[in-house]
């Protein structure tokens, strides 16, 4: 989901490549995530009590992933640079609103169709990227953008009511996890990232923490093993995707990233009897497939600057 939003990769030293390591981390990053989701959907309806607001459920997500994070920090202590805050509130601003909205979405729609959703994370950063950036967007990126947001569409299927609403609050969480992508490109190569991942959910903490007063409700005992699960898996899930980033390039191990649907769809299947229809796997495989084709030229324009 982005997915749950992704960390800078680009900020700490490159380590020796290592691809068998890279896919390894990838996947294990994969199963964390779309663990996450699981619970979210738990916690989003009476699976394991009087469902939890979706603004409570990302409380948890950043109460338990600080607490992981910290005590990471603590026994790594690794060297600390003044943050840029100014960036991090608006990237945590937007990442919080955009795992909201996903943990919301994941409660109404099957997790295969949220799950595929948020693929398109990266597609709203490059349309994004035009006004906020000032980048250039050729045809082949504007042809990858169409076809991932054709297969939103199956998803969406107008005239569904109970799923469209669904899959529309998917979308508004894509689009704010890409607005995201954005503040962290900003970030990038400036700070290391465990310090990221730190102010990130510390700024997150205090935001989920206020605007969870207005919906706040005692969990069951269930419900607080959930939260704690779900903010330690996601942050495995950052570290793990930061480990894969590093000892390979994004061309190569990003495609193992959309693994998430295919263990989403099985932990729906296996924990609430859901399966995903025809309609949602040729919707995923139409986004992936744009995704898919936005990566590869996003490597290619990297090798070849010129190229769009």
Known sequence: MTVPSAPPVAQAPQVTEDRPRAVLFMLAATLFLAATTLLAKALGTDTLGTPLHP??????????????????????????????????????????????LMFAAAAMIPLSDATAISFLNPVFCMLLAIPLLGERVGPWRWLAAAIAFAGAMVLVRPGAEAVQAGALVALGAAALLGLELIFIKRLAGR????????????????????????????????????????????????????????????SFVTPFSYLTLVFAAAYDLAIFGVSPTGLSILGALIIIAGAALLAWREARSRRQPFSR
Do not use: Y
């Not at 997500?61 to 003044?82: D, E, G, K, Q």
């Not at 005992?221 to 899930?237: D, H, K, N, R, S």
């Open 55 to 100: 603004l409570q459920v990302s409380h948890g997500r950043f109460v338990f992933a600080f607490v992981a994070i910290s005590a990471a920090l603590a026994v790594l202590r690794p060297a600390l640079t003044r943050p840029d805050f100014k960036t991090h509130i608006a990237r945590t601003a937007c990442g919080w609103g955009g795992v909201t």
């Open 191 to 250: 700070e290391g990232p465990l310090q990221v991942l730190l102010v990130n959910n510390a700024i997150g903490l205090v935001i989920s923490s206020i605007a969870v007063l207005f919906v706040w409700q005692a969990p069951t005992m269930a419900q607080w093993g959930a939260l704690a699960a779900l903010g330690l898996l996601m942050a495995c899930a950052q570290a793990c995707f930061i480990n894969a980033m590093r000892r390979a390039e994004a």
